[in-house]
């Protein structure tokens, strides 16, 4: 159930209920794509950085260990040590962007592993299954992400077949549902490209079936981020305001502010894991890249004002230091610090939206950062 408790303009406030605990929202969902944080982190570790949501992949979970394996170790949420609400991306994207040789047909995707090259089939059907073994608390919808830029003509066809598709995954989720005593939640995927006439439609269409939440996907795929802020205009309002609303692969600190303020309330990105891989840290002044030679004597903790785990113990020197080395410390110590950012930021934004000054936390935020990429 989701619990709409303010708004201010389209940017809203909520409390989503699950099996697994109880999700405020805005959230940003920390991207453990194989059950795990890439950098080293614990399921144990994401409590301590304010997680509520992880999100892990079914392609990349039905490939290895297997979903089998998974549920017989007790589901995804048993098998990584981590008791709160999990989502499970059902592989489209990956399917289309990662596999060999996949042949698109109206029963599903054939496709090669990327891992071994194996030949390997999944439909509607199959996805929802293997989420089901994955027992995620939430799972996504088969769909196309379609290519960018992709013709009209093919936009059309792949959201007409992914309608189709989401309504087999739909029936099979509730034939699931009927035999077990904990209900699977399923959300829709809006998909349509930049072509705001067809998300349009579809988001009517997807509405229709009363999904437990509505995802945005295709989206941070190749456009701009001024044609990704007019496809939420003009599509979230036609999706259901007392649902999720999931903007799929986003963001940046100024993608989810802007993005918040146009009605999505459910982010995931792996930018802050990926970054904190490379050194490169967010602050509310903007990011910073500790390779950088000006750090090799800097006392400073990564940010003054951040209560993380790291900038309370640790100087950006010493962090350089452990790069430099080649010593993996130093990355798990940037990713915990890039996600306790996230999760730390989509909180503030929740107390702002509560107490009806998001567009003044916002324009402060937006004005202390900065659009460049990590600083050199």
Known sequence: MYEL???????????????HGVVETPVFMNVGTA???KGGLSAEDLKTIKCQVELSNAYHLHLRPGDDVVRELGGIRGFMA???????DSGGFQVFSLAAARAIKEEGVYFSSHIDGRKIFIGPEESVMIQSNLASTI?????ECAPFPSSREYMRNSVDRTTRWLKRCKAKMTELNAERD????????NQGGVYSDIRVEHAKEITELDMDGYAI????VGETHDEMYRVLEEVVPWLILEKPTYLMGVGVPENLLECVSRGVDFFDCVLPARNGRHAKVYTNSGALN???RAYERDDAPIAEDCLCPVCRKHTRAYIRHLFKAKEILGMRLCVLHNLYYFNNMMEEIRIALEGGFFERYKRDRLSGLTEKSIKS
């Open 5 to 19: 408790i303010a708004t201010e303009g389209r940017a809203k406030r909520g409390r989503f209920h699950t099996r």
């Open 82 to 88: 981590w008791d709160g609400p999990v989502l499970t």
């Open 182 to 189: 904990e209900k699977q939640m399923i959300f829709a995927i």
């Open 217 to 220: 996907g295709g989206l941070a």
């Open 290 to 292: 500790l390779l950088n």
């Open 35 to 37: 059950a795990a944080i």
């Open 139 to 143: 799972a996504m919808a088969f769909d």
